[in-house]
Every structure is written in structure tokens, then in C-alpha cells.
């Protein structure tokens, strides 16, 4: 939106993950002040519409080892993705798995979405996470919810209540088109941003 360019390379469309064909993003954001204070909700990631059918290609790297994420050791035996990434906050990320898993069989049966990929971010600084204010329909509204086109970015989904380097951050993503020999290739990120502080220095 300011113009800052990053690299050489083009953006897609949408300058988001949404611009890797097939990939669709939903959010669910809860904000209140009243009974506590609520900064936090949920993102989907689906790879693919029909991702309980259609599996595509999966990797794992953890860049430091904190972040907790469900599903880890099936990608890496399988080399393979069955279900959506769903992002939200630590204290509920065992409501959202189990909730990524009602939603599998109650809209498609059988063991659809076995081993859910949930990953999590701590946003205890803005949120009340022991309130634990999300539920199921939460997390079926983000699913429910997932489209291409423009992703909403910053105070929104799981990213309602991070922060990084003591600034407000959350939701973000891009996109880039790479040519490689005589095609292009788009790659598209999505992150849920909560790290790092800032040193401050006595002059």
C-alpha cells in the first residue's frame, strides 16, 4: 500500500497466497471488551477446495522449535498435506483440532482430515486466553469461509492478537511469480506474526 517494493521479483494479482492457483483462505476474528478482553481467532489455509481428496505435496521446517503445530510427523512420513492449516491462538489449539476434525466428518464422513495441521501463536499479551472465548462454529465459520482473491491482512484470524519486535503486527501475507527456464511459477506465504523484541539502549 505504500509502494515499498521488496525484491525484484513480481507480485501476483493479489500480492497474497491466493495467488498460488487452488489456494483459498478463510478467517474468523472475535473482538470484545465485555465479559474480557478478546483480541484472537482462527485462519484456514486450504491447498485445494477438495484437499480431503485431492492431496498435494507437504514439507516441515521449525526455524526455532516453540511454536506448537499438529501434524507434523504424518507430512514427514508422507511427504503429503490431507487437510487444511488451520492457524489460531495456544490456549485453544486443541479445540480447533478436534473442530477441524468434526468439521471433516460431519461434512464429508469417514476419517476426512485425520491428523489436522493446527499451528499456533501465544497472543496472551492482548488477548485473555484464559477465557477461552473460541468454539467449534468459530472454526467452522473460517472454514466455511475460504476463497481466493484478496486476503485480509494485520488485526484479523489467528493473528487478531500478536505482536512482534513490541509492535502490533498478525496477519500478513504475499505472493511472488518466479520464472524458471521457459515457465513462472508462483509462490505464496502466509504468516502469523508474534516474535522478537527490541532492545533498548542506554545512551
Given at each position: 500500500d505504500l509502494g515499498i517494493q521488496i525484491g525484484t521479483l513480481e507480485?501476483?494479482?493479489?500480492?497474497?497466497?491466493t495467488d498460488v492457483p487452488g489456494v483459498l483462505v478463510?478467517?474468523?476474528?472475535?473482538?470484545?471488551?465485555?465479559?474480557?478482553?478478546?483480541?484472537?481467532?482462527?485462519t484456514a489455509i486450504l491447498p485445494r477446495a477438495n484437499i480431503?481428496?485431492?492431496n498435494v505435496f507437504a514439507g516441515f521446517h521449525s526455524f526455532n522449535g516453540?511454536?506448537?503445530?499438529?501434524?507434523?510427523?504424518?507430512?514427514?512420513?508422507?511427504?503429503?498435506l490431507s487437510s487444511p492449516i488451520v492457524l489460531t491462538c495456544t490456549h485453544q489449539l486443541g479445540l480447533v483440532y478436534q473442530s477441524v476434525l468434526n468439521y471433516?466428518?460431519?461434512r464429508y464422513g469417514g476419517f476426512t482430515f485425520t491428523l489436522p495441521v493446527v499451528g499456533e501463536t501465544h497472543d496472551g499479551w492482548l488477548n485473555d486466553a484464559g477465557s477461552f472465548p473460541l468454539n467449534e462454529e468459530?472454526?467452522?465459520?473460517a472454514l466455511e469461509s475460504a476463497s481466493s482473491g484478496r486476503?485480509?491482512?494485520?488485526c484479523c484470524g489467528g493473528g487478531t492478537g500478536n505482536v512482534s519486535y513490541e509492535f502490533k503486527a498478525g496477519t500478513g501475507t504475499a505472493s511472488r511469480i518466479a520464472p524458471i527456464l521457459n515457465s513462472s511459477y508462483t509462490v505464496g506465504a502466509l504468516v502469523q506474526a508474534n516474535h522478537g523484541k527490541r532492545n533498548h539502549l542506554l545512551i
Open positions: 507480485t501476483g494479482p493479489y500480492n497474497a497466497i478463510g478467517m474468523r476474528t472475535l473482538i470484545s471488551d465485555h465479559p474480557a478482553i478478546i483480541r484472537t481467532g482462527v480431503h481428496e485431492d516453540i511454536g506448537d503445530m499438529t501434524g507434523q510427523y504424518l507430512i514427514e512420513e508422507t511427504g503429503r471433516g466428518v460431519s468459530h472454526v467452522f465459520e486476503v485480509e491482512e494485520g
